[in-house]
């Protein structure tokens, strides 16, 4: 079955800098990459989420990246303030959210002012 | 945007007794959705996927007969723990595909399970 990894387990960076989590995935029939934040005591949201016909997608200061051949998926976030502090998770599926998703192993990020 | 709510958001039980907590899908119809669990500072684990109208698919090494799962309408899923113990304690969350948005899954706010 998939296997999502993820790096790094804990990112500490100062307001205003850039953040990169990278995530890993082993199935190359999944197509599609969600990103989640998570925060304590909260269900996940959904950030941003890629498919596997597209190589980049932007949304303000957040972006995600596929690399199919390599079959890793990057999270990129800029000018991170505070409130981006939380846990974030990238999973893997294949097909739509209708199928199942299998979770990377979660990075938390802590923004300090 | 789309909302799924969870009930309880808590709930605290002597062991032995059994447990439900509902999902529903507030303002769309779900077919399908999703029970995960999650300990502390570990990542969502999927329990079983459950379907309008038919049984539940559980993923490998969890107990269907421990964990009940019922989806009786479009828009409700429950989860019951039965005959719980104190290694039931976790964070139960469930997610729900919404078919106009693509398949995103919206997921609700977690129900934290004590078990003393």
């Known amino acids: 079955g998939e296997n999502v990894e993820q790096h790094p387990s804990t990112l500490s960076v100062q307001e205003g800098d850039s953040a990169v989590i990278k995530c890993t995935y082993s199935d190359s029939a999944s197509n599609y990459f969600p990103w989640y934040k998570q925060e304590l005591g909260k269900g996940p949201q959904l950030i941003i989420d890629?498919?596997?016909?597209?190589g980049e997608k932007k949304d303000q200061r957040i972006a995600v990246t596929l690399n199919k051949t390599a079959k890793h998926f990057s999270l990129h976030i800029t000018e991170t303030q505070p409130e981006d502090s939380a846990v974030y998770f990238c999973a893997a599926s294949m097909g739509t959210g209708f199928q199942k998703l299998v979770f990377g192993t979660g990075t938390r990020l802590l923004v300090s002012p | 945007g789309a909302v799924v709510s969870q009930h309880p958001s808590r709930v605290i039980c002597k062991s032995g007794t059994s447990v439900k907590i509902e999902c529903r899908s507030l303002d769309f119809q779900a077919t399908t959705m999703f029970w995960y669990r999650q300990f502390p500072k570990k990542s969502l684990m999927l329990m079983a996927t459950?379907?309008?109208?038919?049984?539940?698919?559980?993923e490998q090494g969890v107990e269907k007969d421990k964990f009940l799962i019922n989806h009786a309408s479009l828009t409700l899923s429950t989860l019951t723990v039965t005959s719980a113990h104190p290694e039931d304690s976790s964070f139960y969350i469930c997610?729900?595909?919404?078919?106009?948005?693509?398949?995103?899954?919206?997921f609700g706010p977690g129900t934290r399970l004590t078990v003393l």
């Open positions: 459950s379907n309008e109208g038919s049984k539940a698919t559980y």
């Open positions: 890629i498919r596997s016909n597209v």
């Open positions: 997610s729900a595909p919404r078919r106009d948005s693509g398949g995103e899954q919206f």
